[in-house]
């Protein structure tokens, strides 16, 4: 895997505690990005409560759009966030979309897909707005998305009950890559709690047949390990994780990560694991955010699959 930025990453990092809302809602307002500030309120080790969700207020802050030649129009990045249903395209499942101001310009743009935890599975229509409450959708709908993030993002929704499955995640993938002007190199993963779980099985499937990176938060790669070993070091991977979690163990991060860190045939590409001390299963909202001072997006970027 190619990092544009050059050298090896393989250490655990553990920033300060900070309090996280019970279940998949994220429970608060999306912080601002500052890299060099931890969130240090009180620590949340409460179990999953799928029902309960409150977002609180958002303040998005200004938006600045830059120069756009083609595409959607400039604005609010809500304003280029839209609801597929399941039945309104070719797709498996309902999603939502987000188009960066210019995409549409000829130019392949990178993909993140997002995989959203266990409180947001619908039947991907009249349900599908629960995909808003967590995540990089939840963000992009407050407006709280800067403009100058190039990613198209899509967040399809899990039907049923249980987290997605490896080939559902391959399949989606695959319909995004031929459906969207996608640069092919530049694909990248994330999920939480469930969906961190199927990112993780995805990834030891699959391997880095698709994507370019992956953050997992708060899932289990310990299955992802014992079925494909030291080739899931293959692809760059910041995994993270509330050391107070009593949803998803936070072994289930610490230990594969650290199977990985210690493989030689293959080393391990790019590894980071970042535990939060004193949190909860909510470990996502600070990491999306990036009010916990991780800048996931930027550093994804760095990673191209030839």
Not at 280 to 304: K, P, Q, V
Request: aromatic fraction near 8%; include cysteine.
């Amino acid at each position: 895997m190619a990092d544009d930025a050059g050298g090896f990453e393989g250490r655990t990092d553990a920033t300060a505690p900070d309090g996280g809302a019970m279940g998949d809602g994220d429970g608060g307002p999306p912080g601002p990005g500052d890299a060099g500030r931890v969130d240090a309120a009180p620590s949340d080790a409460a179990a999953l409560d799928a029902a309960s969700f409150d977002a609180g207020p958002v303040d998005a802050g200004p938006v600045d759009a830059g120069p756009v030649d083609s595409g959607p129009p400039p604005g609010p990045s809500s304003s280029r966030h839209t609801p597929r249903p399941l039945g309104s395209t070719s797709a498996d499942r309902g999603f939502w979309e987000y188009l960066p101001p210019r995409y549409g310009d000829g130019a392949g743009h990178p993909l993140l897909v997002f995989l959203h935890g266990l409180g947001e599975n619908g039947d991907g229509d009249a349900q599908l707005d629960r995909v808003l409450r967590v995540g990089p959708p939840r963000l992009i709908e407050a407006d709280a998305w800067p403009n100058e993030r190039p990613f198209i993002v899509l967040s399809p929704q899990k039907s049923g009950g249980g987290c997605p499955n490896a080939n559902e995640i391959q399949a989606f993938l695959t319909y995004a890559i031929g459906a969207y002007d996608v640069d092919p190199a530049r694909v990248y993963l994330t999920g939480l709690s469930c969906g961190g779980i199927g990112a993780w099985n995805y990834l030891g499937a699959h391997l880095d047949s698709q994507i370019a990176a992956m953050v997992p938060i708060a899932g289990d790669g310990r299955g992802a390990f014992r079925r494909s070993g030291c080739a899931l070091g293959t692809t760059p991977i910041w995994a993270f994780h509330g050391d107070s979690d009593g949803t998803v163990s936070p072994r289930g991060t610490t230990e594969p990560m650290a199977d990985l860190m210690a493989c030689t045939d293959p080393a391990p590409d790019a590894l980071v694991t970042t535990i939060y001390p004193g949190v909860g299963h909510n470990s996502w909202r600070r990491t999306y955010d990036l009010s916990a001072g991780h800048d996931i997006y930027a550093w994804m970027l760095r990673f191209t699959n030839p």
